[in-house]
């Protein structure tokens, strides 16, 4: 058996660094059995960089992939050519990505190409569309047909999984590390940032609640996006002296332009660029409401015991709708307003989603993690 197990952790975008972040810190602790590379292909990178921050994590190889306004052809071409020889150098024993971003997909495809053992975080997550949501749904699929150790967050996606025909042993519920994440963030001190916005949005002062917006999606470019911000809108003008909505605009022009355009200069919608993950967490637990097309926000909200709206016609997080800590809503201009009308305006339906179990976990995933990395050593 060898002396130690080499783990190559790839990622690319915030949200694989919120998640991969507690279980790079907790493979960290085993400097005498894990060899550790961690690998960004920065996809994403201004975000990315704000996360690798939080969580004082330097990677030890940074690709700088991102270039203004490539498409999706462009980037996987460059995770393509320029991963796969750092993995060819490293030759790592396991390969660990998460998710189902673009780096995901072609860090599966070459972690097999390459025969290297593959492990999955955040596995089995399904919307059984492949449009909805594009391209992570096939991205994540990719993904699950070659890996080796699947870390599904529930049992409903190790039920998903099992129906792909993925032996049951391979397979390890952990929860989602989303929640590790959050645990660590929020024990931290609130940064000036969101004292200042939570300040300035009269939410400190009690005068107003806080109604935190994030929509950026593909699937929402065009008349969806539209139509969410004439939802906002409504929402501002009805509750013009009681709610501050706070959003922080994706930076990509298919959504800054409809935003800016419908939600511009209303009094109490404030419009501001994307946020640091450390002040965002700390104005989701400040939230009287979240409306969010998120994927991760779906995880977090619930631990925080804000009620979420989803912004979406599908989602891949079905056990959040059935704890009741979720409620879909699609990008219909009255059904949002009428949802969020009514838990603004019902203190009994507000206090039922609050109050909902969160079904993601309880924030030791990535210590399950390591662990069922560990295990595999005696196969080595």
């Not at 002396?3 to 952790?9: G, I, R």
């Not at 460059?78 to 030759?91: A, H, M, S, Y």
């Not at 025909?165 to 929860?175: A, F, L, Q, R, Y």
């Not at 939230?287 to 009620?307: H, K, R």
Request: charged letters at 25%; one cysteine or more.
């Amino acid at each position: 058996m060898k002396s130690k197990m080499s783990v190559m952790v790839v990622f690319g975008t915030r949200p694989e660094a919120i998640k991969l972040a507690p279980v790079i810190k907790e493979l960290q602790k085993h400097p005498e059995q894990i060899e550790l590379c961690t690998c960004v292909t920065a996809q994403h990178r201004e975000m990315l960089d704000q996360v690798l921050a939080a969580f004082t994590i330097e990677p030890d190889v940074d690709l700088d992939l991102m270039r203004h306004g490539q498409n999706l052809s462009e980037l996987t071409a460059r995770i393509f050519n320029e991963l796969d020889p750092v993995i060819k150098k490293i030759k790592p024993d396991w390969l660990l990505i998460q998710g189902d971003t673009t780096t995901v997909m072609a860090a599966a495809i070459l972690g097999f190409y390459n025969q290297i053992k593959i492990g999955h975080v955040e596995a089995g997550l399904r919307t059984h569309d492949k449009w909805q949501p594009f391209p992570e749904e096939v991205n994540r699929r990719i993904a699950g047909v070659v890996a080796d150790l699947h870390f599904a967050p529930t049992d409903n996606n190790r039920q998903n999984l099992l129906r792909e025909g993925i032996p049951d042993e391979i397979i390890n519920v952990t929860g989602n590390p989303a929640i590790d994440a959050l645990r660590i963030i929020t024990q931290q001190t609130p940064p000036s940032e969101a004292i200042k916005l939570l300040d300035l949005a009269d939410v400190t002062s009690g005068k107003r609640r806080l109604v935190l917006v994030t929509a950026h999606r593909r699937e929402n470019f065009g008349q969806p996006i539209k139509d969410i911000c004439t939802a906002l809108k409504q929402l501002a003008q009805n509750y013009q002296d009681e709610i501050t909505l706070i959003y922080p605009v994706h930076l990509n022009p298919n959504i800054q332009k409809p935003v800016y355009e419908i939600l511009s200069g209303i009094e109490n919608i404030i419009l501001l660029g994307p946020l640091d993950y450390l002040p965002l967490v700390h104005l989701m637990k400040k939230a009287a409401l979240i409306l969010t097309d998120s994927g991760g926000i779906q995880e977090e909200a619930p631990s925080l015991g804000v009620p979420t709206l989803v912004l979406r016609e599908i989602t891949e997080r079905q056990e959040g709708m059935e704890a009741g800590t979720l409620k879909l809503v699609g990008t219909n201009t009255q059904r949002i307003f009428t949802e969020a009308k009514l838990l603004l305006d019902d203190p009994q339906a507000h206090a039922q989603m609050a109050g909902a179990v969160n079904p993601y976990g309880d924030g030791y995933a990535a210590q399950r993690i390591v662990e069922a990395l560990l295990e595999t050593r005696g196969e080595m």
